[in-house]
């Protein structure tokens, strides 16, 4: 069965995460990823066979270039007068040099949709600011709200703002392909990572704008609502875990969630005070609540835990792990989220994914190809792409330019 | 005025927390957005902060942020005429929006079950795929963050495990939202067929872990002393190339990364290298002793220097050091400014600013439509579908 994206043309020449992420998801959906590579850059994360290039390049095919060459370049540019899509992320001005800019290609490809994810966007003094995910999270605020009050500012535990760009690319590139069945024409997105990690704080935003406030750390209380008990707390250690901890995040988020709490408390003394007697109380007294959940978790297993607690109506969940996630989740592993590709990597071997989170009913999207060498895929993306011979890229191989 | 990428777009919007994002990141598209209410209002009104104001009601920023660019209609549910007006409302959409348990979304599951409309997309972006164990089970985004493995990388080895600042594992099952919709819109342009979709908050957490499951799967090639699992590190990436340090006023993200070669000229200039150009060091098996060596020496130097001028000096030179910044700072941001970045925006009688555009589209530009009170597109919805009352 088809998947949706089945016949768009992207052509890929996003680095690292945020970038790859976005084509990612588009070849899930069964769109012709073709990632540009080149020897040259082949180091680090970019590394074909990294761990990390392997995790985010999976369903495209790979097209090894030397950008250094002019028969490359011009290569480039004939791929990209027969892209619907073309994607990069270097910093501003680099895909102008290789001369298959926004400009040039629009000239000879009115339909295609040019999307550029640059760290600060294209234009204003920091424009040529250079950012990964880390840079992000600390310019745009969360670094210092993801953290507790009057400690040093600790931040998210991964880079949480690529993925969101890369999110954000998707949903710019499905817009952008809307726009064109109606308009016939194509246009340029620019995306700035940054501002759209300022998003993720707009609520602070606007309160400062409208109400002066300033916004502090606040670890696991909920920001603008007074809700308690809303935290994560111990369980007992029972040498699994990480480094033998284990955690339960519980919330109570209405009335009903607290009363069954406290009845599974077993309706203790100081549940019954009057300092928790409302949401507002609870909330005002909340370090205290907390110490009193945390003395009765602190002696239970997690999950029988989190089992009690959700079947008495009560949210609660255990704080997984990477290796719980693969080895505990019933939730995954009915869907087989986590899977082993049916291909072996020729130079790696047995690489690894996790499924896309979304279900199509008519247009299932289960289709998973394993992340390629350079320029794997060369022979088959010129004949499809540019209709060349076998005899034509034999020719362009002997010239070198083909990694 | 232009219009949107998705201005010839209907959208019917009855989700919660875990898809409101994705809802807002249409409307702010151009697509027409009608969030149906209960005639109290939609509970999520009353969601936090509030603006202040002596002589208003309770204006909810919450409220106004994710739910920009909609147009509302309040409907009673229960009532004849309001069912028809709903079921109305669902012959017009292209697109249906659903969290389970939010307004609507019992109603719009029956009447869509009857009505057989082919061409109609229907998402249900629900906490746990139904069917499964877990899939009746209550997740505000601080469980969602703990059983989805947000919450175990972050935090330090002294506080809990901690969850993101807000929701911001919603907003991650919110932008899958919006791609699940428009990627099925794309296929009904072209196949004329709609269908149903599943998005699962849980898997789209789990999906946006970075290193998470590369530790999991790799974790013999990544050498790490920890194994395959990484205990919470506070600000330590993965890598270990990148770490938030205090300097003498302020706090700064520091890493010498992509090219450690630029910062060592950079500490051989301060004379703070120690014995860095040792060729040791560049030896492959010692990268994690350079990474380890290099990030020390820049700790004790970054304490002696004033953060954001660090900032400067490292951006001038190329390497992507972050400024610590806190909201009311992020406010003033220069680059953001320099952009107009931030638009007008008004809730209720109260004139404020909101974040801008997430994507600058050259020909149908992003655009913040108005917030809207309860029913205050009642009239023109209504006509709209053709309902005579």
Same mark, same amino acid.
């Given at each position: 069965m088809a998947r949706p994206l089945e016949g768009l043309k992207i052509l890929d020449f996003t680095h690292v995460l945020a970038g790859p992420f976005a084509t990612r998801i588009l070849g899930d959906m069964g769109a012709d990823v073709v990632k540009i590579n080149s020897l040259d850059r082949a180091?680090?994360?970019?590394? =074909?066979?990294h761990p990390y290039y392997i995790m985010w390049n999976r369903n495209k095919r790979a097209l090894a270039l030397d950008m250094s060459n002019e028969s490359a370049r011009k290569t480039c540019k004939e791929l990209c007068e027969k892209a619907d899509i073309v994607i990069d992320n270097f910093s501003v001005g680099v895909l102008d040099r290789w001369g298959v800019g926004y400009d040039t290609i629009s000239q000879v490809n009115s339909k295609v949709i040019y999307v550029q994810m640059s760290g600060?966007?294209?234009?204003? =003094?920091?424009?040529?600011f250079v950012t990964y995910a880390p840079t992000i999270h600390a310019l745009c605020g969360l670094t210092h709200t993801t953290s507790v009050k009057n400690r040093q500012d600790i931040g998210i535990g991964f880079s949480y703002n690529d993925h969101q760009a890369g999110l954000h690319g998707a949903v710019a590139i499905l817009a952008g392909l809307e726009s064109l069945q109606h308009s016939g024409k194509g246009q340029r997105i620019d995306i700035s990572q940054f501002e759209v990690g300022v998003n993720f704080v707009a609520p602070s935003l606007v309160d400062h704008f409208s109400n002066n406030t300033i916004t502090e750390p606040v670890?696991?209380?909920?920001?603008?609502d007074e809700v308690a008990p809303h935290g994560v707390y111990p369980c007992s250690s029972?040498?699994?875990?990480?480094?033998g901890e284990n955690w339960i995040a519980i919330a109570c988020m209405t009335e009903d969630q607290w009363r069954s709490l406290k009845n599974l408390l077993g309706s203790p003394e100081w549940a019954e005070q009057d300092s928790f007697s409302t949401l507002s109380l609870r909330y005002k007294n909340r370090r205290e609540l907390d110490s009193h959940i945390q003395n009765w978790t602190?002696?239970?297993?997690a999950y029988p835990l989190m089992d009690t607690c959700q079947n008495a109506g009560v949210p609660a969940g255990v704080v997984q792990s990477g290796a719980d996630l693969a080895n505990k989740d019933p939730q995954l592993r009915s869907r087989e989220f986590l899977f082993a590709f049916d291909e072996l990597h020729g130079e790696v071997g047995q690489t690894f994914g996790d499924k896309l989170p979304i279900k199509f009913?008519?247009?299932?999207?289960?289709s998973y190809i394993r992340s390629r060498s350079l320029g794997e895929d060369n022979e088959s993306v010129l004949k499809d792409w540019?209709?060349?011979s076998p005899k034509e890229i034999d020719e362009n191989k002997s010239e070198g330019w083909l990694n | 005025m232009t219009e949107g990428p998705l201005s010839r777009v209907t959208i019917l919007d009855l989700t919660d927390e875990r898809g409101i994002y994705g809802a807002k990141l249409l409307a702010d598209l151009g697509a027409n957005v009608i969030r149906p209410e209960p005639l109290t209002g939609?509970?999520?009104?009353?969601?936090?902060?509030?603006?202040?104001?002596?002589?208003?009601?309770?204006?909810?920023i919450w409220h106004a942020y994710f739910c920009s660019s909609r147009r509302s209609i309040a409907l009673d549910l229960d009532d004849a005429e309001g069912l028809e007006q709903f079921d109305l409302l669902l012959t017009n959409a292209d697109i249906v929006l659903t969290c389970p348990g939010a307004f609507g979304v019992e109603e719009s599951k029956e009447i869509v079950r009857d009505k057989n409309q082919e061409e109609l997309v229907f998402i249900d972006t629900c906490s746990f795929r139904p069917g499964?164990?877990?899939?009746?089970y209550q997740a505000p985004d601080i469980v969602a963050g703990a059983l989805a493995g947000q919450i175990a990388?972050?935090?330090?080895?002294?506080?809990?495990p901690l969850k993101n600042f807000g929701e911001l594992n919603f907003m991650v099952s919110g932008a899958y939202t919006a791609i699940s919709a428009l990627s099925a819109l794309y296929n009904r342009r072209a196949t004329g067929s709609g269908q149903r979709v599943e998005v699962s908050v849980h898997e789209c957490i789990a999906s946006c872990l970075e290193h998470v499951f590369m530790f999991y799967w790799y974790g013999e090639a990544m050498e790490?002393?920890?194994?395959?699992v990484l205990p919470?590190?506070?600000?330590?990436h993965w890598s270990n190339a990148y770490d938030v340090m205090n300097a003498e006023t302020g706090s700064i993200m520091v890493?010498?990364?992509?090219?450690f070669d630029k910062q060592l000229t950079w500490m051989i200039e301060e004379d703070i290298?120690?014995?860095?150009?040792?060729?040791?060091?560049?030896?492959p098996e010692n990268l994690r002793l350079r990474v380890e060596k290099t990030m020390n020496q820049l700790r004790d130097w970054v304490a002696t220097k004033n953060a954001e001028d660090l900032f400067f000096e490292a951006q001038e030179r190329h390497m992507p050091y972050g400024l610590v910044l806190p909201i009311e700072q992020v406010a003033e941001n220069p680059q953001l400014i320099a952009r107009d970045w931030f638009v007008p925006y008004q809730i209720g009688e109260h004139k404020t600013l909101s974040t801008g555009a997430p994507y600058h589209f050259s020909d149908t530009p992003w655009q913040l439509g108005e917030y809207k009170s309860i029913n205050e597109d009642q009239v023109d919805i209504l006509n709209e579908i053709g309902w005579n009352s």
């Amino acid at each position: 069965m088809a998947r949706p994206l089945e016949g768009l043309k992207i052509l890929d020449f996003t680095h690292v995460l945020a970038g790859p992420f976005a084509t990612r998801i588009l070849g899930d959906m069964g769109a012709d990823v073709v990632k540009i590579n080149s020897l040259d850059r082949a180091i680090g994360a970019n590394d =074909p066979i990294h761990p990390y290039y392997i995790m985010w390049n999976r369903n495209k095919r790979a097209l090894a270039l030397d950008m250094s060459n002019e028969s490359a370049r011009k290569t480039c540019k004939e791929l990209c007068e027969k892209a619907d899509i073309v994607i990069d992320n270097f910093s501003v001005g680099v895909l102008d040099r290789w001369g298959v800019g926004y400009d040039t290609i629009s000239q000879v490809n009115s339909k295609v949709i040019y999307v550029q994810m640059s760290g600060m966007g294209d234009g204003g =003094p920091w424009s040529k600011f250079v950012t990964y995910a880390p840079t992000i999270h600390a310019l745009c605020g969360l670094t210092h709200t993801t953290s507790v009050k009057n400690r040093q500012d600790i931040g998210i535990g991964f880079s949480y703002n690529d993925h969101q760009a890369g999110l954000h690319g998707a949903v710019a590139i499905l817009a952008g392909l809307e726009s064109l069945q109606h308009s016939g024409k194509g246009q340029r997105i620019d995306i700035s990572q940054f501002e759209v990690g300022v998003n993720f704080v707009a609520p602070s935003l606007v309160d400062h704008f409208s109400n002066n406030t300033i916004t502090e750390p606040v670890a696991n209380d909920l920001p603008y609502d007074e809700v308690a008990p809303h935290g994560v707390y111990p369980c007992s250690s029972d040498g699994e875990g990480i480094k033998g901890e284990n955690w339960i995040a519980i919330a109570c988020m209405t009335e009903d969630q607290w009363r069954s709490l406290k009845n599974l408390l077993g309706s203790p003394e100081w549940a019954e005070q009057d300092s928790f007697s409302t949401l507002s109380l609870r909330y005002k007294n909340r370090r205290e609540l907390d110490s009193h959940i945390q003395n009765w978790t602190k002696a239970q297993e997690a999950y029988p835990l989190m089992d009690t607690c959700q079947n008495a109506g009560v949210p609660a969940g255990v704080v997984q792990s990477g290796a719980d996630l693969a080895n505990k989740d019933p939730q995954l592993r009915s869907r087989e989220f986590l899977f082993a590709f049916d291909e072996l990597h020729g130079e790696v071997g047995q690489t690894f994914g996790d499924k896309l989170p979304i279900k199509f009913e008519k247009t299932p999207c289960e289709s998973y190809i394993r992340s390629r060498s350079l320029g794997e895929d060369n022979e088959s993306v010129l004949k499809d792409w540019l209709n060349l011979s076998p005899k034509e890229i034999d020719e362009n191989k002997s010239e070198g330019w083909l990694n | 005025m232009t219009e949107g990428p998705l201005s010839r777009v209907t959208i019917l919007d009855l989700t919660d927390e875990r898809g409101i994002y994705g809802a807002k990141l249409l409307a702010d598209l151009g697509a027409n957005v009608i969030r149906p209410e209960p005639l109290t209002g939609d509970p999520l009104r009353m969601r936090g902060p509030f603006i202040q104001s002596a002589d208003q009601g309770k204006e909810s920023i919450w409220h106004a942020y994710f739910c920009s660019s909609r147009r509302s209609i309040a409907l009673d549910l229960d009532d004849a005429e309001g069912l028809e007006q709903f079921d109305l409302l669902l012959t017009n959409a292209d697109i249906v929006l659903t969290c389970p348990g939010a307004f609507g979304v019992e109603e719009s599951k029956e009447i869509v079950r009857d009505k057989n409309q082919e061409e109609l997309v229907f998402i249900d972006t629900c906490s746990f795929r139904p069917g499964c164990e877990w899939a009746d089970y209550q997740a505000p985004d601080i469980v969602a963050g703990a059983l989805a493995g947000q919450i175990a990388t972050t935090g330090d080895a002294d506080t809990a495990p901690l969850k993101n600042f807000g929701e911001l594992n919603f907003m991650v099952s919110g932008a899958y939202t919006a791609i699940s919709a428009l990627s099925a819109l794309y296929n009904r342009r072209a196949t004329g067929s709609g269908q149903r979709v599943e998005v699962s908050v849980h898997e789209c957490i789990a999906s946006c872990l970075e290193h998470v499951f590369m530790f999991y799967w790799y974790g013999e090639a990544m050498e790490h002393p920890d194994g395959r699992v990484l205990p919470r590190r506070g600000s330590l990436h993965w890598s270990n190339a990148y770490d938030v340090m205090n300097a003498e006023t302020g706090s700064i993200m520091v890493t010498p990364t992509p090219d450690f070669d630029k910062q060592l000229t950079w500490m051989i200039e301060e004379d703070i290298h120690d014995d860095l150009i040792d060729p040791q060091y560049l030896e492959p098996e010692n990268l994690r002793l350079r990474v380890e060596k290099t990030m020390n020496q820049l700790r004790d130097w970054v304490a002696t220097k004033n953060a954001e001028d660090l900032f400067f000096e490292a951006q001038e030179r190329h390497m992507p050091y972050g400024l610590v910044l806190p909201i009311e700072q992020v406010a003033e941001n220069p680059q953001l400014i320099a952009r107009d970045w931030f638009v007008p925006y008004q809730i209720g009688e109260h004139k404020t600013l909101s974040t801008g555009a997430p994507y600058h589209f050259s020909d149908t530009p992003w655009q913040l439509g108005e917030y809207k009170s309860i029913n205050e597109d009642q009239v023109d919805i209504l006509n709209e579908i053709g309902w005579n009352s």
